[in-house]
């Protein structure tokens, strides 16, 4: 396990409120009284308890259409971000989408849903949303969908170094370049809500470079899709 120096470049309410929570608190043991009056997770390995967040609600603006339906060896990309979970690692796994198949899909898995009814709010509020629903977690990893190339395994590991430094912001890296997922513990949570428009995690990054590590990982593994000629390029890749 390589851990890449802290100064890395980067890559780059009410009812439906509750019953997020009541999701989370199944898995996690949580009451809402607890994450709505703000009780931090008790000392020891409860404030390890990890929720995943699969941000999944983007248009594809960039690509021209909902892009996590675009298809590499039969797989579409939101299939493989959801496969690329380990769920033994996480208390809750949340996906925040816009699209109904995504929510079908993610069901399938096993996984929460929270419905994104204003998307064109930008990233910050699926950012929002799934961190006020997963806020009885000590930590939040927060991941696309649209890198193919993630491996399970890579998330595992990165999940592992998280626990080693339960008081850093830990994301996947190549050669000093920070990529997604991202791992917050909770004290970033504020931070995390308060953004707005179309940004995420990086703004908090970039307010604490010291607290950020990264695990070192194949280069191919960030790649991510934002373009037709970007996934075009990953399916040649894979077919030669």
Known sequence: M??????????????DFISRITICRILTGHTEADTLHGKKEGDGMAELRIG??????????????????AVIDGKTLLRRAL????????????????YDGAAALAEEFGFAVVRNDRPEDGLSRTVRLGTEAMASCGAIMYQVADQPLLERDTVRREVELFRAHPDRIVGLGHNGVRGNP????RRFFPELMALTGDTGGNVVIRAHPESLLLYETA??????????????????????
Do not use: W, Y
């Open 2 to 15: 390589e851990i890449i120096a802290h100064n890395a470049q980067n890559v780059q309410g009410g009812r």
């Open 52 to 69: 995943c967040l699969v941000m999944a609600a983007g248009s594809g603006s960039r690509f021209g259409r909902n892009k996590l339906e």
């Open 83 to 98: 496969e690329a979970v380990p769920r033994e690692e996480f208390a809750c796994v949340t996906v925040v989408t816009q």
């Open 182 to 185: 991202c791992i917050f513990p």
């Open 219 to 240: 280069a191919a593994e960030l790649r991510d899709v934002d373009t037709v000629e970007a996934l075009a390029a990953i399916r040649t890749e894979k077919i030669m």
